[in-house]
């Protein structure tokens, strides 16, 4: 919690000074307003910020209006009689700013301090959401829930003793359960938010196990942020409904705030886990920086789209894998082109299939979601391991059914074979030889020659073996192997000569 006192000391490093003081100095502030000439709405905030205002009287008269407790102008002339008794008739402190500090100076210093600088007695962080809830909750009587546009939790109050079972299950699951959203969607609330800045009062609802709700909009300007949700029985009164509206806008500061300080945190963090994946030789210092501890670590790498569209369903898994504070969440993450990678710490490949789960689950049905997962790796390792989760998620396209994270420990043959097939598609591979000779005299004559071939092969010469493979008799296949000699050269009893032909093979066609 801020109060006046503290707010007048570090002011005072930026030219102002308390020139009335009606009230008392340990005076709490919890919110700020901004004079805004255009916007016809009613304020009220503790710390009034006098924009654009002619003259200290008109901002002190602002002031009291808001129910501000201090009023920041800027000038260098004390205030007159006047604006000193509207001051003290009203119970509001006025802080003089110098005129050289600018407004925006001024705001993002006031506002730092006042909405960052907070801290409920439960010991929540003050740049925390949960202050604000509690704060509210406190002056609403009421359990309240902060939450974004996808009905997720960003916060609530620690009075939830009374809650319902529809808010119990959404803290627990992080989000609002889909049956109660579909109730919400049929009654018009979502359709309410979208349009109206107005609370609106949410009907009780048994069967979901759901009270009385009042519910705001979020928003800065026109775009939607999120919502506040307070438990009631019935509509609040008009002076707390008055309280819920004013607090959406001190809700919608901290949000834009909070979405620059993530937006920065991810670019950071972005930065770095290129680096590591690109490699370099401060590796342990990058890790460090990112706050992942030493040891071994995978790197998974994942591809999501709707549809024909790419680009909204990646920046969801993206955003779903930096949600939250560093510590809170296991791996770092980058978007680099089409695909998000992730440094998740540990070597356990069930770890790293459970965390691209969590990814899944937590985007919308529609979105498809393929993932890749390296071999684990020290961090000097970390470039290879990021090859490998390409290459994974690569297999994806030659195994069109697989859903499930492919990884590296379990796929490193398929993925030798798509190496080769690759250094074979550069020209690299033999053009001439017994397969190519055998290619062309099926080609010519409707033999199976190539297909009787790569079942010998594989079968590793069991005639029986290869004959099941084929459906044909044992005895079909010694007449093919013997017609094949007059069309080639095999020396099948040569082992080089049959493994380069099992690769070749491997390589050329895919298997059946």
Same mark, same amino acid.
């Given at each position: ?7 007048? *000391? ?14 008392? @100095? ?107 809830? #509690? !704060? ?20 609530? !109050? ?6 319902? +079972? ?7 699951? +992080? ?19 979208? %349009? !109206? ?21 979020? @928003? ?20 707390? +409904? ?22 920065? %945190? ?21 890790? /460090? ?30 955003? +779903? ?16 082109? *089409? ?7 540990? #070597? ?36 290879? /391991?990021?090859? %490998? ?38 020209? @690299? ?28 092969? =594989?079968?590793?010469? #069991?005639?029986?073996?290869?004959? =099941? ?5 044992? *005895? ?12 080639? %050269? ?23």
């Amino acid at each position: 919690m801020v109060t006046l006192d503290r707010l007048v *000391n570090v002011l005072g490093g930026y030219g102002a000074r308390l020139c009335c003081c009606p009230v008392s @100095r340990e005076v709490a502030l919890r919110d700020v307003v901004m004079h805004d000439a255009a916007d016809p709405r009613d304020l009220r905030g503790d710390v009034f910020l006098a924009v654009g205002t002619d003259s200290i009287a008109v901002a002190v008269e602002l002031a009291a209006a808001a129910h501000a407790s201090v009023v920041l102008v800027r000038g260098s002339l004390p205030p007159g009689p006047e604006a000193t008794e509207r001051a003290e008739t009203s119970g509001v402190a006025i802080l003089l700013v110098e005129p050289d500090v600018s407004w925006g100076q001024l705001a993002g210093v006031v506002y730092g301090l006042v909405l960052e600088g907070r801290e409920t007695e439960s010991g929540r962080g003050p740049t925390d959401l949960f202050a604000l809830a #509690d !704060s509210l909750a406190d002056a609403l009587g009421s359990a309240v829930t902060i939450e974004d546009r996808l009905s997720r939790v960003l916060a609530y !109050s620690s009075r939830q003793h009374q809650a319902d +079972r529809a808010r119990l299950e959404t803290i627990l699951g +992080r989000r609002v359960p889909e049956p109660v959203r579909e109730l919400f969607e049929r009654r018009g609330v979502f359709g309410h938010l979208a %349009e !109206s800045d107005e609370p609106l009062f949410v009907e009780a609802d048994p069967e979901h196990g759901l009270t009385g709700r009042m519910v705001v909009a979020v @928003r800065a300007g026109r775009e939607a942020l999120g919502s506040i949700w307070v438990e009631c029985d019935q509509p609040l009164s008009d002076v707390r +409904r008055a309280v819920l509206r004013d607090s959406s806008r001190t809700v919608g500061l901290h949000l834009l705030r909070s979405r620059a300080s993530a937006d920065l %945190e991810r670019q950071v963090e972005s930065d770095l886990v290129i680096r590591l994946l690109e490699g370099t030789p401060d590796a342990a210092a990058v890790l /460090s920086r990112l706050g992942l501890p030493p040891g071994r670590f995978r790197v998974i790498a994942v591809q999501a789209h709707i549809g024909d569209e790419r680009h909204a369903a990646l920046l969801l898994a993206f955003e +779903r894998a930096t949600t939250g504070f560093g510590w809170s969440r296991p791996g770092r993450s980058t978007l680099f082109s *089409n695909t998000v990678y992730t440094v998740l710490p540990g #070597d356990d490949v069930a770890a790293a299939r459970a965390w691209v789960g969590s990814i899944r689950e937590a985007l919308p049905r529609q979105v498809t979601m393929l993932a890749g997962i390296g071999a684990g790796a020290v961090s000097a390792e970390l470039p290879a /391991s990021r090859r %490998e989760a390409d290459e994974c998620l690569a297999l994806h396209d030659v195994r069109p059914t697989t859903k499930s994270a492919i990884a590296y420990d379990e796929a490193w043959d398929d993925i030798l074979v798509q190496r080769l097939r690759a250094a074979a598609a550069s020209g @690299r591979a033999p053009a001439r030889g017994p397969i190519t000779e055998l290619r062309r005299h099926d080609s010519a004559n409707a033999t199976s020659y190539v297909a009787t071939l790569r079942a010998w092969l =594989e079968a590793q010469g #069991d005639l029986t073996e290869a004959a =099941e493979r084929l459906d044909v008799h044992p *005895n079909t296949i010694r007449y093919r192997l013997r017609k094949m000699a007059e069309v080639t %050269e095999l020396r099948l009893d040569q082992p080089a000569k049959r493994l380069a032909m099992i690769i070749e093979l491997a390589v050329s066609d895919p298997a059946p």
